[in-house]
């Protein structure tokens, strides 16, 4: 398989939870959102130069390629692993930017005004983390976080989510538990599979398994 067939059979797949498109790279920062997202998520590829409809314009500069290094190692805190690889075809550049995912989270985009943001992926788009993901990856680099516990407090939450689907701000409302615990007891119970934590409408929603 040549270079050509290689980046064709890529792009049939179109984009989704581990593939991006990028046309052209204009803002290292925007670009370190995705390295961001897959870096915390299940890693993923970004094919630079190629538009959303998949037709191969090629990277136009040696300043598109600098900015990619800047997204990973610059706007990236701490500095994303990944990896460039360049294919030339038909007189076009594409690089194929791969990011495995991290072994320790969360990988911070930095936005415009120097603060760290947390992105993860869904289907074909970059979300930024709830701070249930936050308390998620904390955790899970707490060796002590292995047991769950089933206290009133515990018991208190899992009842409010009977029979619902709840954002976080309801269930600290419907439940009266103070929202730095639901955030606690939720990466928990997420972690454990006892409750499902989905996005939709723009919002993360929570729900008993």
Request: aromatic share 8%; net charge positive.
């Amino acid at each position: 398989m040549d270079d050509r067939q290689y980046l064709l059979r890529l792009i049939s797949d179109g984009e989704h939870q581990q593939q991006d498109f990028k046309y052209r790279v204009a803002d290292a920062r925007k670009l370190a959102r995705s390295v961001s997202a897959f870096a915390n998520t299940d890693g993923g590829r970004l094919l630079i130069g190629v538009r959303d409809d998949g037709h191969m314009s090629g990277v136009r500069s040696e300043e598109e390629i600098y900015m990619m290094h800047q997204a990973a190692y610059r706007y990236c805190r701490p500095e994303a692993s990944i990896k460039f690889d360049t294919y030339h075809v038909e007189g076009r550049t594409i690089v194929v930017a791969t990011v495995p995912p991290a072994e320790r989270r969360p990988v911070c985009a930095i936005d415009e005004a120097d603060k760290p943001r947390a992105y993860i992926r869904i289907d074909d788009e970059n979300i930024v983390a709830s701070p249930v993901h936050l308390a998620m990856w904390r955790e899970a680099q707490n060796d002590s976080g292995t047991m769950m516990t089933y206290t009133n407090t515990v018991r208190q939450l899992i009842n409010t989510l009977y029979g619902r689907s709840l954002t976080l701000n309801q269930l600290v409302r419907l439940s009266h538990i103070p929202r730095h615990k639901v955030i606690k007891i939720l990466a928990r119970l997420v972690r454990f599979n006892i409750v499902l934590c989905r996005y939709a409408d723009q919002q993360f929603l929570f729900s008993q398994m």
